[in-house]
């Protein structure tokens, strides 16, 4: 039924770069949540849902991993805490120091908070702005917040690592969802392929 989807999506796809990611979240170093909520959105590759239903509970910085355990949704009106999108989204993911050391100064910033409060009480209408207003200040092209997703599975390519970790880390429930939609990305090694059999001789 929805086979085209990662095809559709592969089409439509933007991402930054690391240097744009770079140029933009200088721009935005002054706004400390928003800071920590694009590091952590483009560190991770996390839902936007995911992001917005994250609690200091979910991290472990002695471990430096995020526990992604549940989304959040705003419905009808009504602020509700969800399941995660499938099972395979209920994941740990593991996060550089850089990202733990930026959780922790955001997180010691706020006064009294509590394990179970909301780090990113934020509209998607909020951080829409924030990306527009910033990506235009800081010269980057203009990405939708769903590209930030996206911008860390092209890193993650770029860096060497297989659609299956891919995968894992983004929550997709099959590998094949990761090649429909960065297949693209992956480089073609055909001629290395004949290269490597070549040289068994």
């Known amino acids: 039924k929805a086979g085209s989807i990662g095809k559709k999506s592969a089409e439509q796809m933007n991402f930054w770069t690391f240097q744009e990611f770079k140029n933009f979240i200088s721009a935005i170093e002054d706004r400390p949540q928003s800071h920590a909520a694009f590091m952590t959105l483009y560190y991770t590759g996390i839902r936007i849902g995911e992001l917005r239903a994250l609690t200091p509970k979910d991290i472990d910085f002695n471990l430096q991993t995020l526990s992604i355990n549940k989304s959040y949704q705003r419905l009808q009106g009504k602020d509700i805490i969800t399941e995660p999108k499938t099972p395979k989204s209920r994941r740990l993911i593991t996060i550089p120091p850089l990202l733990c050391d930026e959780l922790k100064q955001y997180i010691d910033k706020i006064y009294d908070m509590r394990d179970t409060e909301r780090l990113f009480p934020l509209t998607k209408s909020f951080l ?54 960065y297949g693209h990305l992956y480089p073609h090694k055909q001629a290395e392929v004949a290269q490597k059999l070549q040289d068994l001789k």
């Open 128 to 181: 829409t702005r924030e990306m527009e207003r910033y990506s235009k200040l800081s010269g980057v092209k203009r990405i939708r917040l769903h590209d930030i997703r996206h911008s860390h599975a092209s890193l993650l390519i770029e860096l060497g690592f297989s659609p299956l970790l891919v995968a894992d880390r983004l929550g997709h429930e099959k590998v094949e969802t990761t090649l429909n939609i």
